[in-house]
Nanobody, 120 residues
Framework: VQLQASGGGLVQAGGYLRLSCAASGRTFSRYAMGWFRQAPGKEREFVAAIKWNGGSTDYADSVKGRFTISRDNAKNAVYLQMNSLKPEDTAVYYC??????????????WGQGTQVTVSS
């Protein structure tokens, strides 16, 4: 599976962005998909994830209620709608695919990152 993230940019605090991740391969629908982020000088952290059928989602406490993950298996795509953005959301965002059962770890494939910058 190859993953391509897009949709990052510069936005003011309180604004919104929608990240997209396009996946190649016929077995996309079998994978759980996740979004992670890494801010300068910090470790990569879990943001959100969704099961293969969209039936279950998980969010980091820091984004719960502001971010929404979704997927369209017909389009081989996963999305992250980010509302009420804060300066602390500034990071490089990565999408990832997992064949495992967990949503917060054990990802097998990673895309390149897309930069999100939130100005105060």
């Amino acid at each position: 599976v190859q993953l391509q993230a897009s949709g990052g940019g510069l936005v003011q605090a309180g604004g919104y962005l929608r990240l997209s991740c396009a996946a190649s391969g016929r077995t996309f629908s079998r994978y759980a998909m996740g979004w992670f982020r890494q801010a300068p000088g910090k470790e990569r952290e879990f943001v959100a994830a969704i099961k293969w059928n969209g039936g279950s989602t998980d969010y980091a406490d820091s984004v719960k209620g502001r971010f929404t993950i979704s997927r369209d298996n017909a389009k081989n795509a996963v999305y992250l709608q980010m509302n009420s953005l804060k300066p602390e959301d500034t990071a490089v965002y990565y999408c990832a695919a997992s064949r495992g059962l967990g949503l917060r770890a054990g990802y097998d494939y990673w895309g390149q990152g897309t930069q999100v910058t939130v100005s105060s």
